[in-house]
């Protein structure tokens, strides 16, 4: 259970941060001077810590260089009046998290909170691969897979992980490109310093930047304080840029000069800061077609590209299949406190037989679902999601597959590869539209193609089917 540590003499606050969280997974502790804050931090190891500026005994920035020099993970919240603001922008200088101000929004304190404790399992609990390993050990996030494609992931982690170059994670959405990101971080020479991760298709355009590079007040209409970026809070550690095939072309831009120079500018300044930070970039989409169409800068991809990682689709792993429902089972049922201890075989089937369009993803939130709805120690398909109960294809890779090849060469040789080519691209268009429920940019982002290069296959299928019912009428 994550645990949030509030050093705060108001008994308002207290109760304040007691209510906000009473009905979430995060408990909270209370204390009301820095000397007990900071003999609790040490007890207790909190996931997050609050701190007011002002405390009876010591300042909260004096607290918080103490908790510097035994801990320096922690993610660190600081709670201010406009009058203290500076110490706070200090705090963050010095790598704390952020910032909350007097009076205090109850739903800006658990966004924030959340996210901090996010941010401080990335930093604690380790990102490790099943090559090396105890799949029982439940205090570790795992890379999952023991296939030849994941064992090249592995191996590409051990090659980069310790050089300080920058890193291209590659994959759809839902193949674990976060995991591998921290992998590389924990890891790496930089791994007692912060890990930041942003995703670039989360966060508005018009606020991709401040919350990347940071801003000055009055930068813009709402601007009224001084903000410390993703990237300066990173002093020292490694920053993940999520999805950074959504970049605009401006933010594009001063991605590029960040990664040339190590300097960067907060809006609003003509001040440039000097950064030691390394990137681990990752997206879901086709740079280099979208190099070729002029939508991602061939300067930035080829700085980001300095090594590559990537990372199969779980269609391509049915290997790894049983290994993810025996890890998924064993973690969620403790997670969940059910008692379920084994999957039914026509369970298994039914897994090896569904494509996974949302990959590891969504394989996770099945076994989740199924779970929750679970009863006795064994689990059925009927407590599956719908989505699994009614699929009655057969996977792209699989007996489906090699028997449309075969009959393919066997009848029309000639045309076999565009026939085989074609109902292969009929099927995860097809797929993927559902799973999108319709959404063309979605979808487009999921197969890593531009959404004029969808709208075109889509209407080469509509037009081939309209040529097949023609012909099958006459």
């Known amino acids: 259970m994550p645990t949030l540590l509030l050093i705060d003499d108001e008994s308002a606050i207290q109760h304040a941060f007691r209510r906000a969280f009473e009905r979430s997974s995060i408990g909270v502790e209370v204390a009301s001077r820095g000397i007990e804050g900071l003999k609790q931090a040490r007890s ?29 993970r922690t993610a660190v919240i600081f709670i201010t009046g406009h009058g203290s603001t500076e110490t706070a922008i200090e705090a963050v200088q010095l790598g704390a998290f952020d910032y909350l101000f007097k009076p205090l929004e109850l739903a800006e304190v658990r966004k924030l909170v959340e996210q901090a404790v996010r941010i401080s399992r990335s930093m604690r609990v380790p990102a490790i691969t099943t090559a090396t390993a105890d ?18 992931v592995y191996r590409d982690i051990g090659r980069v992980a310790a050089r300080d170059v920058t ?94 120079e190590r300097e960067f500018e907060r809006v609003g300044s003509g001040q440039s800061i000097k950064a030691n930070v390394r ?82 993803r969504e394989f996770e939130s099945v076994i989740r679902q199924a779970l929750l709805t679970s009863t006795g120690p064994v689990l059925l398909p009927d407590f599956l999601p719908e989505t699994l109960l009614n699929f009655e294809g057969q996977p792209a890779s699989g007996d489906s597959l090699d028997g449309l090849i075969r009959s393919q060469l066997a009848a029309h040789p000639e045309s076999a590869y565009a026939a085989v080519i074609g109902e292969v691209e009929r099927q995860l268009l097809t797929i993927v539209m559902q799973q999108c429920d319709g959404n063309l940019s979605q979808a487009a982002r999921t197969l890593g193609i531009t959404r004029v290069t969808l709208r075109n296959k889509l209407r080469e299928l509509d037009a081939n089917a309209d040529d097949d019912s023609e012909s099958g009428d006459d």
């Open 167 to 260: 890193v291209l994670v590659l994959g759809e959405s839902g193949t674990g490109k976060e995991l591998v990101a921290r992998a590389i971080f924990q890891h790496s020479q930089r791994r007692e310093g912060p890990f930041r991760a942003v995703n670039c298709a989360a966060i508005p355009e018009t606020l991709l930047e401040s919350e990347l590079f940071g801003h000055e007040r009055g930068a813009f209409t709402g601007a009224e304080e001084r903000r410390i970026g993703r990237i300066e809070q990173c002093e020292g550690g490694t920053l993940f840029l999520d999805e950074i095939g959504d970049m605009t072309p401006l933010t594009q831009a001063k991605i590029l000069r960040f990664l040339q």
């Open 44 to 72: 207790l190891q909190p996931d997050v810590i609050i701190i007011d500026v002002g405390l009876p005994d010591m300042s909260g920035l004096d607290v918080y260089r103490q908790l510097l020099e035994f801990d320096s």
């Open 135 to 152: 799949v029982s050990d439940q205090n570790v996030d795992l890379l999952v897979g023991r296939c030849n494609a994941m064992k090249n």
């Open 279 to 360: 990137v681990v970039a990752a997206t879901n989409r086709n740079l280099e077609d979208m190099v070729a169409n002029g939508t991602f800068r061939a300067d930035l991809f080829y700085r980001l590209n300095a090594y590559t990682i990537q990372l199969p689709p779980l269609r391509d792993r049915e290997a790894d299949i049983d290994l993810l429902a025996e890890h998924f089972l064993r973690r969620f049922a403790r997670d969940l406190s059910r008692g379920v201890t084994t999957i039914a075989p026509e369970v298994i089937e039914r897994f090896h037989a569904y494509p996974w369009p949302g990959n590891v």
